[in-house]
């Protein structure tokens, strides 16, 4: 009976030494239905200031000016306003590659913009940080997570 406890604990020692080779991870498994789509809200403001260059009072871009361009298409951002609160969001959906394209009366310029984006949880991205003219962008979220993009005109 000792010899057999015996080989018993050398036998689970031994089992419970052995790793697996394939690192297993919280998505294994998981089929993502559809691709990621990000949604990314952000203002342009001014680098001085830090004035809505798109809204309120200090807006010098119009909206219907702003787009994303990309190989074979042309997408207005979309606007969300929060009126008892005076402020206004734009968003889009982020894809690659993509130009942000800003009109301004006379003129428009174009811009590229490149997403850095990292994995979150199992089917889904984030961004955290921005190249224009790849030209990395010191870009600061506001504290409901709206990216706030410095832009000259």
């Keep these: 009976m000792t010899r057999l406890c ?3 604990f050398i036998g689970f020692i031994l089992f419970s030494a052995c790793k697996s080779s394939k690192k297993d991870t919280p998505c294994d498994g998981i089929m993502c239905d559809s691709p990621a789509q990000l949604m990314f809200g952000f203002k342009l403001v001014d680098p001085g200031t830090g004035h809505d260059l798109v809204y309120g009072p200090d807006a010098r871009i119009p ?4 787009k994303i361009q990309m190989p074979d298409t042309l997408m207005q ?3 969300w306003i929060d009126t008892p609160k005076n402020k206004a969001v734009l968003f889009f959906y982020v894809r690659t590659p993509q130009s942000l394209r800003v009109g ?5 310029t174009l811009d590229k913009m490149t997403f850095l984006t990292k994995t979150s ?3 889904g991205s984030s961004v955290y940080g921005l ?3 790849d030209n990395p962008v010191p870009v600061k979220q506001d504290s409901s ?3 706030l993009i410095p832009y000259t005109l």
């Excluded at 909206?63 to 702003?66: E, M, P, V, Y």
């Excluded at 301004?104 to 428009?108: E, L, S």
């Design 63 to 66: 909206l219907d000016s702003i």
């Design 77 to 79: 951002v979309r606007q």
């Design 6 to 8: 015996y080989v018993l």
């Design 104 to 108: 301004r009366p006379g003129k428009f």
């Design 131 to 133: 190249l224009l003219n």
């Design 145 to 147: 997570g709206i990216f």
């Design 121 to 123: 949880g199992c089917c």
